[in-house]
Nanobody
Framework: QVQLVESGGGLVQPGGSLRLSCAAS????????MGWYREAPGKHRELVVV???????NYADSVKGRFTISGDSAKNMVYLQMNMVKPEDTAVYYC?????????WGQGTQVIVSS
């Protein structure tokens, strides 16, 4: 089992920055991927970015050039640096981890982009 705990959400003005963190804990040998998804009101959960254990990344087109994922494998942490945020980035952001065939989710952290 993998437990994921997000932190760092909040209210930010358009054009501003925010950094989300996700800590993974539990009994696992390694994680194949860690990443971020988001769910806006009335919309389906969507991929933001995924970081693979080999360092590869997959970003949603909507966040390319603005968001950056990074990880600390020693600490089982993953971070999402959000720059130049837009009102359409408003959503609950969920940390995601995959190991083998198992998929795990955090409880989510709210990000509101508003002036």
């Amino acid at each position: 089992q993998v437990q994921l705990v997000e932190s760092g959400g909040g209210l930010v003005q358009p054009g501003g920055s925010l950094r989300l963190s996700c800590a993974a804990s539990g009994s696992f040998a390694s994680l194949d991927t860690m990443g971020w998804y988001r769910e806006a009101p009335g919309k389906h959960r969507e991929l933001v970015v995924v970081l693979a254990s080999n360092g590869g990344t997959n970003y949603a087109d909507s966040v390319k050039g603005r968001f950056t994922i990074s990880g600390d494998s020693a600490k089982n942490m993953v971070y999402l640096q959000m720059n130049m945020v837009k009102p359409e980035d408003t959503a609950v952001y969920y940390c995601n981890a995959v190991t083998g065939r198992s998929v795990f989710w955090g409880q989510g952290t709210q990000v509101i982009v508003s002036s």
